[in-house]
């Protein structure tokens, strides 16, 4: 998760399961945080437990896939589905193109040619962290809109593949590599706690793949208001105070649509602001997205957010075996493997003492990244013609119907139905 916080602490190797506040202690949004993260997780393992990988209520399982007479479209239905303990909802239904979630780029994909054959529509489902700049009524005008919590959002996506559902287990999660962190004689000599990130920004093996890194967890972002040739004016211009944001530092231009795909943004670096205009500098013109023929929309919320000295260049720093030198005595080293875009380390820099919380000691281990979890559920069999297009031959979905309705007490097994 990118955001303004201190450390996240929870550890699920730990089986703590609750958080107790003492009176006359300081308050931390680490306890906060990881009190939150011990509930939902201790939900979401009870309804993998009951409902098992994937499963919808009988009464109101959601995503039915269907298609159009004469199978020209997919629809997708109305209701919950359970993901791997993530629960899904669909409060409309809609057709394949008018999902909420889907990256505009993938919009047309029905009016592209494809090969007849079976094919499979699948759920996948995880989590993003939003805040304001995404959802502009989390400001509350009491506060004079200042920017406070974020939120974690259940995102889903209806997939479609060529070949049977067994293909789901090709689906790729976080890189093989692994980083350390270690700092040099002196410790950390930065001035102040911070908590740094490091970010795989373009994915590949050892030497090939690069990384970015931010001292406040990439937490500066700012909406984008304009963007004319390499002038961005933001949302808010005390935003430019932030010294993510000074000449000299290196910005990310990002939107949804390559968010929701799992793309990493464009890298830029500052020449110049103006903090009471609102305005960014850019060494050089950000070219269109893939696929779009503007380079953005308000529709898409466009944003920057702020990663700080040490970018190379558009595609970040090369991985290497380092160490890799950061700021302030901190170094990082990455261990030969395989890296894909947005698997991260999180490393809490402390001045007393002055080191940083990695384990090892003086030869810090390397760990594996965290990432974004996705999950995947397959929903129905499909098969594909020119002549009759999109036809629907399996319901691959799981049901389930409530505990009180099961004479014995227990749940009743689950049910595939095919057509």
């Keep these: 998760m990118k955001g303004d916080f201190s450390r996240l602490t929870f550890d699920r190797t730990k089986h703590y399961r609750n958080v107790l506040h003492q009176q006359g202690r300081v308050q931390l949004d680490a306890d906060l945080n990881e009190a939150s993260a011990i509930h939902a997780d201790y939900l979401r393992q009870i309804a993998y437990d009951v409902i098992g990988p994937c499963g919808g209520p009988r009464e109101a399982t959601g995503f ?9 479209e997919i629809l997708i239905g109305p209701g919950r589905y359970y993901v791997a303990g993530l629960l899904a909802e669909n409060e409309t239904p809609c057709a394949f193109a008018a999902q909420p979630d889907l ?22 489902v995880w989590e993003r962290t939003l805040g304001a700049v995404d959802d502009p009524s989390l400001r509350d005008p009491a506060l004079g809109r200042r920017d406070t919590s974020l939120r974690l959002r259940t995102v889903w996506q209806v997939r479609i593949r060529a070949g049977a559902k067994e293909r789901l287990r090709d ?3 976080i890189g093989r590599g692994a980083m350390a962190a270690s700092t040099g ?3 950390y000599t930065g001035p102040e706690n911070r908590l740094y990130r490091v970010e795989v920004h373009r994915g590949g093996p050892l030497g090939e793949a690069t990384f970015k890194w931010s001292r406040d967890n990439a937490s500066s972002r700012a909406a984008i208001n304009e963007l004319t040739a390499t002038l961005v004016s933001v949302a808010g211009s005390s935003l430019l105070t932030d010294e993510a944001f000074a000449p000299g530092q290196w910005v990310e231009l990002n939107d949804d649509d390559r968010e929701l795909a799992g793309l990493a943004g464009e890298l830029f670096e500052v020449i110049a602001h103006d903090r009471t205009k609102g305005q960014l500098e850019l060494a050089a013109r950000p070219a269109p997205l893939p696929g779009v023929t503007e380079l953005f929309s308000d529709a898409r919320h466009p944003t920057l957010r702020g990663w700080h000295v040490g970018t190379a260049d558009h595609g970040g720093v090369a991985t290497g075996v380092g160490p890799i030198p950061l ?15 947005g698997d991260y380390w999180q490393i809490p820099a402390r001045t007393d003492p002055a080191s940083v919380e990695w384990p090892g000691g003086p030869e810090p281990d390397p760990l594996p990244p965290r990432t974004i979890e996705h999950h995947r559920c397959p929903l129905a069999e499909l098969r594909y013609d020119r002549r009759h297009g999109w036809r629907v031959r ?15 007490g227990t749940m009743s097994a689950y049910t595939t139905r095919s057509r």
């Design 327 to 341: 700021e302030n005595g901190i170094h990082v080293t990455f261990a030969d493997g395989d890296y894909r875009t």
């Design 185 to 187: 004689p002196s410790g």
């Design 394 to 408: 399996a319901d691959l979905r799981s049901q389930f119907g409530p505990l009180s309705a099961q004479g014995s």
């Design 103 to 124: 990256p505009r780029g993938e919009k047309t994909w029905f009016a592209e040619s494809h090969p007849a054959g079976a094919y499979l529509a699948y759920l996948d």
């Design 171 to 173: 689906a790729p999660g």
């Design 64 to 72: 039915e896939i269907t298609a159009t007479e004469p199978g020209q």
